[in-house]
């Protein structure tokens, strides 16, 4: 009877099996280093405990967005493509551990008729995933969507990626073309692949260690970037959206209580508490600003945005990211004016597939520049005539009803019990 089981190290010399785990310990290093950095600035937060019963409200918001992924799919084309990459990914990624847990951790799993199946699952994640791949790769060398940007590095990741996928087929047909494995037509692709490869000496068993190095240096290379690059979102977008503390949209948070307050009579500037510097964000807050994708969906809906104002949601997101320094000013890298733009519409939180909401963001930095008496001079003057006079024009009590003089409107105050209504 044939053994059927995962030969992992397969034609393998000691050295390069050596090579590979020295360069896994070096990515997963570079890869923690990188993620206490940026662990650190979210922690120059102002503190934010995680709450449970948001993290329960949030759960079936996750699995709409994080696994349905029902903003994204709203863009048809680039829904399928970010599905089948991300489930393609996934799965990968879950067979890769697979492998540690069956040959490193020396639990023999992948055998007999399970591993069988997990053959066949892996190649048919394998070919999404680069089809999605192949997808982003034509829609913006075609720049069909003009809300992405163009830069190098979201070229070169689709082709590494693409590359690593590519590999894994390689590799796999050679082992079946080599090995002749009488099971080797389960690895629905590689047993393809082995047809293909039969008798080319580039792929045969004298090069497949070169291959298979090559195939390691990539995959761990990428491993370390990922909180280096906006891969990190790849991490981070699911836990933004699982632990955030719930702030749907068309909700805004306030630090303190308006109408206590009020009626307190001591809502002056010193007890209103905004963004200055870094610092005086969330924890919650500075996160989120990391798992943006640049995807630009909340640029493409934002009026300001799209009627010439100096406002951007995505940038005000990526400054916040990429000037994430504790003590750091917020006016030395976003303007007034670009805070001032917003309305508060809530298009770009409604728009945003990982979460983020700008609307908090803008708003907690405007009350650090109305602490700062950064504001602009009629809006000052509109909020000192509310404080004094209870409208926005400074009118007096005695002439707000001035307007319906000589009209035939009847008067509240001759009606008992509405003295509180005169001159509504
Ligand atoms: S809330 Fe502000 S930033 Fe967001 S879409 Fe509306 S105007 Fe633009
Ligand atoms: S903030 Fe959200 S919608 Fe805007 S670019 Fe980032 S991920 Fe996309």
Redesign the pocket.
């Known amino acids: 009877m044939i053994e059927i089981r995962r030969d992992t190290f397969w034609a393998i010399p000691f050295a390069y099996s050596l090579l590979m785990y020295v360069l896994a310990t070096i990515a997963l290093l570079v890869f923690l280093y990188g993620f206490y950095r940026r662990f650190r600035l979210w922690r120059s937060g102002r503190k934010v405990n995680i709450q449970w019963a948001d993290v329960k409200a949030n759960a079936s918001y996750f699995v709409d967005m994080a696994i349905k992924q029902q903003k994204i799919k709203r863009d048809r084309l680039y829904g399928f493509m970010h599905r089948f990459t991300s489930y393609g990914f996934v799965i990968l990624f879950i067979g890769t551990c697979l492998v540690v847990v069956d040959y490193d951790l020396g639990i023999p799993i992948l055998q007999g008729s399970f591993y069988l199946v997990y053959e066949a699952v892996l190649d048919v994640f394998g070919v999404l995933f680069l089809i999605g791949l192949f997808i982003a790769m034509i829609v913006r060398a075609r720049r069909t969507r003009n809300r992405l940007k163009h830069g190098w590095a979201d070229q070169l990741f689709l082709w590494l990626f693409a590359a690593i996928g590519i590999g894994g087929y390689l590799l796999e047909g050679i082992r079946i073309a080599e090995t002749g494995i009488s099971y080797g037509h389960w690895s629905i692709v590689g047993y393809g692949v082995s047809k293909l490869l039969q008798g080319v000496p580039a792929f045969g068993v004298a090069w497949y260690p070169v291959w298979w190095i090559s195939h390691a240096i990539l995959a761990f290379g990428l491993i370390a970037v990922i909180p280096y690059t906006k891969l990190f979102h790849m991490l981070l977008a699911p836990i933004n959206l699982l632990f955030q503390p719930v702030k749907r949209t068309g909700k805004i948070s306030l630090p303190y209580n308006l109408e206590e307050l009020t009626e307190e009579k001591r809502f002056t500037v010193a007890g209103v508490q905004g963004v200055k510097h870094i610092s005086d964000f969330t924890s919650w807050q500075l996160l989120s600003t990391d798992a943006c994708t640049e995807c630009g969906r ?1 640029d493409s ?5 799209l009627s010439g104002k100096p ?1 951007a ?1 995505r940038s ?1 997101v990526t400054k916040i990211r990429d000037y994430m320094v504790p003590d750091r000013k917020i006016t030395s890298f976003i303007t007034p004016e670009e805070l001032q ?9 409604e728009a945003c597939p990982v979460s983020i909401n ?2 908090d963001l ?1 708003l907690s930095m405007r009350r650090g520049l109305i602490q700062e008496r950064i504001i602009e001079q009629e809006a000052e003057h509109a909020l000192m005539k509310l404080d004094e006079q209870y409208n926005v024009w400074g009118k007096a009590w005695s002439e707000r009803d001035q307007w319906s003089r000589g009209l035939d409107i009847p008067l509240l105050e001759n009606d008992k019990g509405n003295d509180d209504k005169k001159g509504a």
Do not use: D, R, Y
């Open positions: 909340c809906l934002c009026p300001a945005n406002l949601p005000i733009s917003c309305t508060t519409c809530g298009a770009c939180v700008h609307i803008i």
